[in-house]
C-alpha cells in the first residue's frame, strides 16, 4: 500500500473512532435489510397465493405450500427479530437464546394474525376497485397497484409494531416507501377498506389513526403540525385522526395530533387543514381566477422554443 493509500485510510478509520454513531463493527446483532425484503415477498405468497409465484399453484398441493413458507418465515423472522431485540437493548441485553425464545412467540403471534390479515386485504383490494373505473379486474389491483403493496406492507409491520419488534417494521415500510413513493409509517392506525388512488407522494405519519371506508389521492399529508421540539414530542398524539368514509383529494395537507376529520367528510385538492372538520362536511379551496387568452406566440418564440426542444 502506497503513502498516500495508507494515509487515507487511516484517516477513515479515524473518523470511525470519532463518528462512532455511524459505526456497528463488532456487534454482530444488526439486521439483515436483504433477508427483510425476502421475508416480506414470502409473507406476500401466502397472503396472496398464485400470484406472485413463478409456477401455476394447484390446490391440492396448497398445504404443503403454505407449510415450506410459513417454516421459511418462521426460521429467518426469528433470527431477525432476536438480533433486533438484542441490538435496541429490548430484552435487557438479555442472553442469545433468551433473544431467541422471545422472537420465536412473536414470530408465532404474528404468523397468527394472517387471517386476519387477509381479511383486512381483501377490504383495501375490494376498495381499490369498486373506487376506480380504469380498474378491470381485482387482478389488475394486486398485481399493478403501488397503494395495495404499500398497504401490504405497512400491514405487516404494523402487527410486528404491536407485538413489540423495534426497527423491523420501520424498515419493511420504508422499503415500500422506496419504490412506490407511498410513506405510511408502521405505527399508524387503519382501518378496513382502506383505498389509495394513485398513490405518489403520500405521507402517513406514526400516530395518525384512519377509519373505515377512507378513500385519499397522491400527494396527500397527515402529517404533524410541528416537530421543533424533536424528540421530546415522542410518544405524543401528532398526527390527524380521520373518520369513516372519508375521501381526502390531492396534494391536500391535514396536520396536526388535536385534528379530527368527522365520518363522510370530503376534502378537496391542495387544502391545507389545521382545525377539526365536523361530520358530513364538504371542504374545497376556493379557485384562483384564470385568465384565458387567443394570442399566439411569435415566430421567433416558436423557433426558440423547439430549438430548445430539438
Not at 85 to 93: A, I, K, P, Q, V
Not at 203 to 216: N, R, S
Request: charged share 25%.
Amino acid at each position: 500500500m502506497s503513502e498516500v493509500s495508507e494515509k487515507l485510510v487511516n484517516d477513515i478509520v479515524d473518523s470511525y473512532r470519532e463518528y462512532d454513531m455511524t459505526v456497528r463493527t463488532d456487534e454482530g446483532n444488526m439486521v439483515n435489510k436483504e433477508m427483510l425484503i425476502r421475508i416480506i415477498e414470502e409473507i406476500r405468497k401466502i397472503l396472496f397465493p398464485g400470484y406472485f409465484d413463478e409456477n401455476r399453484i394447484r390446490s391440492e398441493y396448497i398445504r404443503y405450500l403454505v407449510g415450506q413458507r410459513v417454516e421459511f418465515v418462521q426460521y429467518n423472522l426469528q433470527k431477525q427479530i432476536a438480533k433486533v431485540l438484542r441490538s435496541e437493548d429490548t430484552c435487557g441485553m438479555c442472553p442469545q437464546s433468551e433473544a431467541v425464545r422471545q422472537a420465536g412467540g412473536i414470530v408465532d403471534e404474528f404468523l397468527g394474525k394472517i387471517p386476519k390479515l387477509r381479511e383486512y386485504l381483501y377490504t383495501d383490494v375490494q376498495a381499490a376497485y369498486d373506487g376506480d373505473p380504469a380498474a378491470y379486474s381485482t387482478d389488475e389491483i394486486i398485481f399493478c397497484y403501488p397503494g395495495i403493496f404499500a398497504i401490504t406492507v405497512y400491514r405487516i409491520a404494523h402487527e410486528l409494531v404491536l407485538l413489540g419488534v423495534p426497527l423491523i417494521p420501520r424498515i419493511m415500510t420504508e422499503y415500500a416507501h422506496g419504490l412506490t413513493g407511498i410513506d405510511i409509517h408502521p405505527g399508524a392506525v387503519i382501518g378496513k377498506y382502506f383505498c389509495i388512488d394513485h398513490g405518489t407522494g403520500i405521507v402517513v405519519g406514526e400516530t395518525t389513526v384512519i377509519g373505515d371506508h377512507v378513500k385519499i389521492y397522491q400527494g396527500v399529508t397527515l402529517g404533524a403540525l410541528s416537530t421543533r421540539r424533536g424528540q421530546l414530542m415522542k410518544g405524543e398524539k401528532r398526527h390527524p385522526t380521520i373518520g369513516n368514509n372519508v375521501t381526502i383529494y390531492s396534494n391536500t395537507s391535514v396536520l396536526g395530533g388535536d385534528t379530527v376529520v368527522g365520518d363522510g367528510v370530503t376534502i378537496g385538492g391542495n387544502a391545507f387543514i389545521v382545525k377539526s372538520i365536523s361530520a358530513g362536511m364538504k371542504v374545497n379551496v376556493k379557485n384562483p381566477e384564470l385568465q384565458y387568452s387567443k394570442e399566439t406566440p411569435s415566430e421567433f418564440v416558436q423557433e426558440e422554443f423547439w430549438d430548445w426542444v430539438i
